[in-house]
């Protein structure tokens, strides 16, 4: 009797090895794109992103010390003159205690640079230090009250601003303690000089040479700096989550020396007409996740929730109203537990995938499927294939990456991709590829020391250095695991991409085994078709291989430079 056994990546997903072949959504394996150099800069890259600003989509990369904006057009010719411009110094300390990498991310208009300290912004314009807006804190006061209290101090400035009002004629006004400096001095939004300052041990006194009419529409604006520096708070973190629900948006910072405290911004300028701001970070607004032990080392939006991560768990929380606080709309994050056993690496931490997280935990690889409620099931493993090489020491090193246009998941260490393809279920591993960071411009993007990179889909060498493909099959018994059995013959069925070749064997359980090699010829293809939109090409052979129970196939693509996709794999064998 003779069967008959056709494979797909399908039938493959869950292969012994897969490396260097990418699945595609109609279970085909695609030898994997290559890679070309695109730009070498002086220093190391600490980080890269795609922005756009002013309506112009760009790729913005920090080497060394320096912001580059470069030219889209570069990843489609490397020779593209005039396309990487240095747009100035971000600020920030770069070594083992503030970190060598910078997170980048689009918030309000500008793009904020986070690492080494410090947080910068690019404008459109210029590069600058994240100076933080000024708060007014108190509002209507006299020379007889403080005022009322009304937006919370920033944490990354020491200045805050207070308006004054005239109702007599004193021309003495108290502005508190804990005060470094007075600034400047507005009435009715015009600078004025005729005033001095002098601090006490309890207070701080502001003297005019000069007295007022009675005025109670808070005339006067005083600007002052206090004492105490709070801005390494918010600065010492190294990570972002950009998030937006349906109350309103703003960012939250984490990773810095407070490890379970994440920073909130908040909308600024209460007094002027609220708008969203990425440089008011308010005292008194940061979340303390668990008990405040625990790293928080993910954070990733989902609707209007956000998930959190520490090393030992997952939370999650949401905005909830407050109400009018000093006449202002005010929202508070509670925190609320939503795994007690599954928890993200540092290093990995979390990502969002098919508007869903994802979370490298120490023991392996988890789905959340909701963020709303508490439940240890809601949290389901995704169990990687041993082949590809998701071991413990691989996930405490590796960085993550998603791959959006195909629903990958990119874990990256050592020279070595493992990718989770979510849309098909399946896993394999790209080689040669060592990353220290990984990044979409249109193109996947990695750089590694001063290089940056480009995925090409029209290439299959890795800046001129060819690779090999394999795909190797768990044991195939033909459905049944007792009979003996005799393979007859076999077929491979393969795009039409002309000069490609691919190796197919087959390998019993008694030792034998059987090779063959194929090459695609050279065609031309007629009215605008290409070879992947053409009939595949189908390749049998004749084989002999006799009295095994089962047996494993192998697919290969040699170390040359052409495409390869590959089809659906056949064996025939007579049983008896």
Known sequence: MTKTLRLTAKDLKNAAKLENFRVLSDYSLEKRCGTKLLHTFAGKIRGGCSANIGGTES??????????????????????????TSLGTIEGTFDASHGEYVELYMFAGSLFILGGGELSKYDGTSVS????????????????????????????????RVTLN????????????????????LIDGVTITDWTWSPTTYNTSLTFDRTFANNDEEPLEVWYTLKDDCRSRVTSCRHSAVYGGDTDSRVFLYGGNERSVIFPSEPSGAFEGQVISGEYFPEGADITVADGNPA??????????????????????????????????????????LNSDVGATKAGGAVLLENEPYALDPTGLYRFKSTSVRDERLAVRVDAPDHVGLTSDFIAN?????????????????????????????????????????FSAGADCFFKGTKLYAFDDNLRTD?????????????????????????????????????????????????????????????????????????????????RLGRFRHVKVSVTSPAVDEPLTVREVMLSCQEG
């Open 166 to 185: 005239t109702v007599n004629t004193s021309s003495v006004f108290w502005l508190g303690k804990g005060i470094e400096s007075v600034d400047k001095v």
């Open 59 to 84: 790729i913005f990369v920090v080497a060394g010390s320096t912001l580059y904006r470069i030219s889209p057009a570069l990843i489609s010719d490397t020779s593209a003159e005039n396309a990487v």
């Open 296 to 337: 928080v080392s993910g954070a990733v939006r989902q609707f209007d929730r956000l998930a959190i991560f520490t090393e030992d768990g997952a939370f999650y929380t949401y905005p909830h109203d407050d109400g009018l606080v000093n006449e202002i709309p005010r929202f508070s994050f509670p925190i609320l537990p």
């Open 463 to 543: 800046c001129g250095t060819a690779y090999s493909a394999l795909c190797e099959s768990m044991p195939l018994d033909f459905g049944d695991p007792f009979e003996r059995k005799t393979l007859c013959e076999v077929g491979i069925s393969v795009s039409r991409e002309g000069g490609a070749k691919t190796g197919l064997s087959v390998t019993s359980d008694t030792g034998g085994k059987v090779s063959f090699d194929f090459t695609v010829p050279e065609e031309t293809a007629a009215n605008g078709e290409t070879p992947k939109t053409l009939s595949p090409r189908i390749f049998t052979a004749h084989a």
């Open 129 to 160: 230090k994240v100076a933080g807006y000024v708060p007014l804190i108190r509002r209507r006061g006299s020379n007889t009250r403080p005022g009322a209290l009304y937006e919370r101090r920033n944490l990354l400035t020491k200045q805050v």
């Open 398 to 438: 590796c960085i993550l990456f998603t791959d959006k246009l195909r629903g990958e998941l990119w874990c990256c260490h050592g020279g070595k991709i493992v990718i989770y393809n979510a849309r098909l279920d399946c896993w394999y591993r790209f080689t040669g590829i060592d990353v220290d960071g990984v």
